[in-house]
Each structure stands twice: as structure tokens, then as C-alpha cells.
T-cell receptor, first 111, second 115 residues
């Protein structure tokens, strides 16, 4: 069973601060996705990364896939209260459709 | 376009009762996934279908759980008999097709409480 460990588990910061969330595994993934989940809703896809070393930016969010495709990070610049939520990384191995989700990072951004 | 629709949104029932959760995937999507989310175990895949055929059910906890997809627009997850440890939020998700780049679109979940 592939295990995706996320750190930190919980993060409470003030508006305007920067933060980084990490997603680590001993397995190699063919692709990795990041989702955000808000209370009472299902996860929503933020980004998909495929190539080792790939960096993708989505406004204030920067996603990086590790060179060996075993880890990933999500960096948020100048966090806003709207960024509050549960952030989940999810990886696929081989050509499978099956996603293995990470343990999650719960982020709270206060004014 | 409507997203993935799950029903009911909340279900509270007594131990031993049969529970049926329902899902309508996004029209035209060929893959459907059932997940369970708990604080302790996070989001776990239970089973997924492609073109209405079960492909991987290795995450189904035990024989009390069963899932069906009689047609492309409907799936059910049944628990019989239910136990308190089945209490969780159950999500259904669909994707356009199989493949490593495909995003999964989630419903808003069914919050299940077994007393």
C-alpha cells in the first residue's frame, strides 16, 4: 500500500503569511494531484503534476513535483481567509486510475 | 452542468439496519469511484467502476459492503448489516475516462451515523 504523508497536519496562520505544505512517499508516482476540501463539500482539484521537477503556479499557489516523483509541495504566498480548508495530495502509480490520498493538511487563515 | 449528485446528504440509523447510498455521476463520465472519509483514516478508495464494470474493489472493508452500477447514470453503495464503525462521510466521484491525468469530480458526500 502506498502511503502519502503530509506535513504539517494542522496549520493556523494569519492573513498575509506564507506557508508550505509537504507531501512525501517512498513510492514513485506517475502523476500527483492536489485537492482542496471545504467543510460539507467534496474535494476539488487544484492541479495535476506529471513530470519530475515540474513547477506549476495557480495565482498565489505554487506546486512542485519532486525530481524523483516521490514527493510534492504546495506553497501559498500571502495567505487569505479564503484559502482555509483541508489540502489533500493524491498520487497515481503506473497507468492506474486509482488515486491514493494523503493524510491531509488542515489550514486555517485568520484575519 | 450538474455535478456529481449524492443522496441522502445525511443518514442516521441504528446498528444492524441496511443502508443504501446513491450516486449520480456527471453525464458522459465513464469512471465512478466510491470513497470513505474518517478523521482516523482519511480518504480511502472503496471501489471504482469503469464503463459500469467494477475494476478494483480491494478497498471494500468486508462482505457487509457491496456496490453496484446498473447503468452509466446511477450507482449504489450498500451496507448490510451496518455497524457503528461504518460511521463516516461517503463520497462518490466521477471522471471522464480512465487515465493518470484525469481529475476526479466529487459529490458533496453522505454523512452516515450508525447508532
Amino acid at each position: 500500500t502506498q502511503l502519502l504523508e503530509q506535513s504539517p497536519q494542522f496549520l493556523s496562520i494569519q492573513e498575509g503569511e506564507n506557508l508550505t505544505v509537504y507531501c512525501n512517499s517512498s513510492s514513485v508516482f506517475s502523476s500527483l494531484q492536489w485537492y482542496r476540501q471545504e467543510p460539507g463539500e467534496g474535494p476539488v482539484l487544484l492541479v495535476t503534476v506529471v513530470t519530475g521537477g515540474e513547477v506549476k503556479k495557480l495565482k498565489r499557489l505554487t506546486f512542485q513535483f519532486g525530481d524523483a516523483r516521490k514527493d510534492s509541495s504546495l506553497h501559498i504566498t500571502a495567505a487569505q481567509p479564503g484559502d482555509t480548508g483541508l489540502y489533500l495530495c493524491a498520487g497515481r502509480t503506473g497507468t492506474a486510475s486509482k488515486l491514493t490520498f494523503g493524510t491531509g493538511t488542515r489550514l486555517q487563515v485568520t484575519l | 452542468d450538474a455535478g456529481v449528485i449524492q443522496s441522502p446528504r445525511h443518514e442516521v440509523t441504528e446498528m444492524g439496519q441496511e443502508v443504501t447510498l446513491r450516486c449520480k455521476p456527471i453525464s458522459g463520465h465513464n469512471s465512478l469511484f466510491w470513497y470513505r472519509q474518517t478523521m482516523m483514516r482519511g480518504l480511502e478508495l472503496l471501489i471504482y467502476f469503469n464503463n459500469n464494470v467494477p475494476i478494483d474493489d480491494s478497498g471494500m472493508p468486508e462482505d457487509r459492503f457491496s456496490a453496484k452500477m446498473p447503468n452509466a447514470s446511477f450507482s449504489t453503495l450498500k451496507i448490510q448489516p451496518s455497524e457503528p464503525r461504518d460511521s463516516a462521510v461517503y463520497f462518490c466521484a466521477s471522471s471522464l475516462r480512465e487515465g493518470v491525468l484525469q481529475p476526479q469530480h466529487f459529490g458533496d458526500g453522505t454523512r452516515l451515523s450508525i447508532l
